[in-house]
């Protein structure tokens, strides 16, 4: 190209010899003066709009702008912006539904069978009734359901779907009134988290990653390991408060849990710590000697703060099923019982459970556990859950 442009050159300063100098500049003044204009053109060109629009009379200004609208309706809009679920939400949800699938399994293969081509009438929903049973929903759930669908439907043609969605709607209405994280007090230090529970359903894997979560918020923690007749129970909870970069205290095997409760908590008023979580005994095989033991940690830590525990917590193994309901009661005789952490909810769950749980005791579900790892437990969400149960997408 570069000899083209030569060439180009050579041809123009031949012609400019011949052209006389005069000339030249006059050339070049209406070359600037056009370039000018071109420039300033759409400038005047807006004045003049907005001169003529000044004097329009009112009545064409809002024909025009009517006018405007009307063809603004044909116009290709752009594809609105959806925001992605975060990652993290997106695979517990996945967790949970897993986690569910042998009840949520149960339910909706049962609703395939009673829901064939027939009208709702009391047969298909003594059926139904009976299904929701059999998933573990319980009784006074299973049949308020069921009363609730009857009352919309009854002799009314309804797919599997439809019932499905029905009982999706219904099954967070009732779970949203138990759903509740579980509240620090920032202005009370420290806050007492009493830990109770069956040996097996989870508790000191619950302290562990109920620590780790509030040490990641900044808060200062201590546990205390006051099961002190199980070695191995203490063991794994110094490694959780290792993970979570909380102090641990313990007593000798088979020392007396009260006192190191007492300790621990004169240790977290001294250090004005955040929070102090207490494991607790649970052989329920002798009830007497469990309620005691219980009752004498609470006297003993009221001596030094008569509002403790701010919270009571049960942990249920949600593979347990009905026992959960047995199990609830024993430790709501021994202790004041603030909330529910379910765990296991991993896979041989009977998660129509919480729905029995929160119909007779109506007590805060704090959070659920799917897994092993820290970020499995997680708070509560009425709406997640009911979806995983009947088994629909989010």
Not at 220 to 231: G, M, V, Y
Request: proline share 3%; glycine share 6%.
């Amino acid at each position: 190209m570069s000899w083209l442009t030569r060439i180009k050159g050579n041809l123009l300063n031949k012609i400019r010899k011949r052209i006389p100098k005069k000339d030249l500049e006059v050339v070049e003044k209406t070359r600037l003066d056009r370039k000018i204009e071109n420039k300033e053109t759409p400038k005047r060109i807006k004045v003049v709009k907005e001169k003529i629009k000044e004097k329009l009379p009112e009545e064409v200004k809002k024909q025009a702008i009517e006018k405007k609208k009307f063809f603004g309706l044909f116009k290709k809009k752009g594809t609105p912006k959806v925001e992605k679920e975060p990652e993290k939400k997106r695979i517990w949800f996945q967790k949970l539904k897993t986690g569910l699938f042998k009840s949520s399994e149960k339910i909706t293969q049962g609703v395939k069978k009673i829901f064939v081509n027939k009208k709702l009438d009391v047969q298909v929903l003594n059926d139904l009734e009976e299904l929701l049973i059999m998933a573990d929903l319980g009784p006074t759930a299973a049949e308020k359901l069921t009363a609730e669908l009857a009352n919309e439907k009854f002799d009314k043609n309804i797919t599997p779907d439809e019932v499905r969605i029905f009982l999706e709607k219904k099954i967070e209405e009732i779970l949203v009134n138990v759903a509740k994280p579980l509240e620090i007090n920032n202005d009370k230090k420290p806050n007492v988290v009493l830990v109770v529970g069956v040996n097996g359903t989870g508790k000191t894997t619950t302290i562990g990653k109920l620590a780790h979560q509030y040490s990641k918020l900044n808060k200062k923690i201590i546990i205390a390991a006051c099961d002190t007749f199980r070695a191995a129970a203490v063991e794994q909870l110094e490694i959780w408060a290792k993970r979570a970069n909380a102090d641990f205290l313990k007593g000798n095997e088979g020392s007396d849990p009260a006192s190191l409760a007492y300790d621990a908590l004169q240790k977290a008023k001294s250090e004005n710590s955040d929070i102090l979580f207490i494991d607790t005994a649970g052989r329920v095989q002798n009830k007497t000697e469990l309620m005691e033991e219980l009752a004498k940690i609470i006297r003993v830590i009221r001596k030094i703060d008569p509002t403790s525990p701010q919270h009571c917590l049960l942990t249920l193994d949600a593979t347990t099923g009905q026992n959960a309901i047995s199990q609830v009661e024993i430790f709501k005789e021994i202790a004041e019982i603030s909330g529910l952490i379910v765990t296991k909810l991993d896979g041989s769950a009977k998660g129509g459970i919480l729905l029995s749980l929160a119909e007779k005791f109506n007590l805060p579900v704090h959070a659920i556990g799917v897994g092993e790892k820290i970020e499995d437990l997680q708070s509560f969400e009425a709406s997640e859950f009911a979806k995983s149960l009947m088994g629909l997408d989010k």
